[in-house]
T-cell receptor, first 114, second 115 residues
Framework: ETGVTQTPRHLVMGMTNKKSLKCEQH?????MYWYKQSAKKPLELMFV???????ENNSVPSRFSPECPNSSHLFLHLHTLQPEDSALYLC?????????????FGPGTRLTVL | AQSVAQPEDQVNVAEGNPLTVKCTYS??????LFWYVQYPNRGLQFLLK??????LVKGSYGFEAEFNKSQTSFHLKKPSALVSDSALYFC?????????????FGSGTRLLVRP
């Protein structure tokens, strides 16, 4: 729909599991983002990659580990999560980081941590 | 501190009536302002943006927004609401801080259009 795909769409994991979220953009953009969306809270920016280099890490706990192997793919590796990490995780991309260009969002991964 | 406020958690309007979703911002310098919409189980979709020039900007699905610098507002409007407009709306501002641009989102306003 928007040129940004995310898999899986839903994920249930225990606190001791390790899983990864995948994002792929087909728009030729050079910046990618991870956001966390929790109920009744503003979107929280987690990580920003520009030209495959991490340029932003918003005090995110180390149990979240991003990876950007190329400009089209972005991963979020998860391990030993807490129940409060349950949320919708959104990936986005844009041409150049921020400024006047809008971001294009994927449909999100609904994560539930038991 | 940079911030975006959407003072209404929910806006209710009858189909065919005009709608307004409010947004105010607090940033230093000239802001770039955006509106996004989120339908259930979907990601955010870009609606429109204000960068410079005409204070009234038009976007997707018949929406428009008016930039008011003196009131630091960027309210979203539509002359005639549709039931299909029911969704969650986010205002955002892009501001240069700490050597890069950051997109700061409001907490969202749920729009409910009743038939």
């Amino acid at each position: 729909e928007t040129g940004v795909t995310q898999t899986p769409r839903h994920l249930v994991m225990g606190m001791t599991n390790k899983k990864s979220l995948k994002c792929e953009q087909h728009l030729g953009h050079n910046a990618m983002y991870w956001y966390k969306q929790s109920a009744k809270k503003p979107l929280e920016l987690m990580f920003v990659y520009s030209l495959e280099e991490r340029v932003e890490n918003n005090s995110v706990p180390s149990r979240f580990s991003p990876e950007c192997p190329n400009s089209s793919h972005l991963f979020l590796h998860l391990h030993t999560l807490q129940p409060e990490d349950s949320a919708l995780y959104l990936c986005a991309s844009s041409q150049d980081q921020g400024g006047v260009n809008e971001q294009f969002f994927g449909p999100g991964t609904r994560l539930t941590v038991l | 501190a940079q911030s975006v406020a959407q003072p209404e958690d929910q806006v209710n309007v009858a189909e065919g009536n005009p709608l307004t979703v409010k947004c105010t911002y607090s940033v230093s310098g000239n802001p770039y302002l955006f509106w996004y919409v989120q339908y259930p189980n979907r990601g955010l979709q870009f609606l429109l943006k204000y960068i410079t020039g005409d204070n009234l900007v038009k976007g997707s699905y018949g929406f428009e927004a008016e930039f008011n610098k003196s009131q630091t507002s960027f309210h979203l409007k539509k002359p005639s609401a549709l039931v299909s407009d029911s969704a969650l709306y986010f205002c955002a501002v892009s501001n240069f801080m700490d050597s890069s641009y950051k997109l700061i989102f409001g907490s969202g306003t749920r729009l409910l259009v009743r038939p």
